[in-house]
């Protein structure tokens, strides 16, 4: 069971946080995320206001939260509960989240994800094609997501790699 659909609004101002897993998700494994995430997000609040937020889970294997920061600001504590559920999950399927020492990248139509360091060695000594298209992380708005979660090795972060 694949989850892509979402009733993510495109706009600028949603903050994105995302959750990189490092493997693809069992059908039950998907399953108890979503139902994880609906429970939590829609009690999710901010100093006791309830925050617009929804979540994706992208190619199987990442989960991307959003919030409408333009309604409400999710606070320091409320970034934290989510931290806490997020942990469970990680805890729970050995998924890997908070290892930010890897790098996620499609090649032949698949994504695969290796540690950062063993991903650098197969790019420098040529066991890497440069033809893959590699995932970032760091995207903090849903139209930067959009438009930059996925690219080209040499349009992305990778392409430094000497």
């Given amino acids: 069971m694949k989850i892509e659909e979402s009733s993510i609004v495109e706009t600028n101002d949603y903050r994105v946080i995302i959750y990189p897993a490092s493997r693809p998700f069992t059908a039950k494994e998907s399953k108890t995320i979503a139902e994880k995430l609906y429970d939590f ?34 606070s320091g504590c409320s970034i934290d509960a989510l931290g806490k559920v997020m942990r469970e999950l990680d805890a729970e399927f050995d998924l890997g989240l908070f290892d930010r020492m890897k790098a996620s990248y499609v090649e032949n139509g698949e994504v695969k994800t290796l540690k950062l360091s063993d991903f650098k060695s197969k790019i420098r000594s040529g066991e890497l094609s440069k033809d893959i298209e590699v995932f970032d992380f ?25």
């Fill in 41 to 74: 997000l829609g009690d999710w609040a901010a100093h006791g206001k309830a925050l617009s937020s929804s979540f994706k889970i992208e190619k199987n294997q990442f989960i991307i939260i959003c919030v409408d920061e333009e309604k409400e600001a999710a």
């Fill in 138 to 162: 760091s995207k903090n708005t849903y139209l930067d997501f959009l438009s930059h979660f996925l690219q080209p090795f040499a349009r992305s972060w990778a392409s430094s790699i000497s």
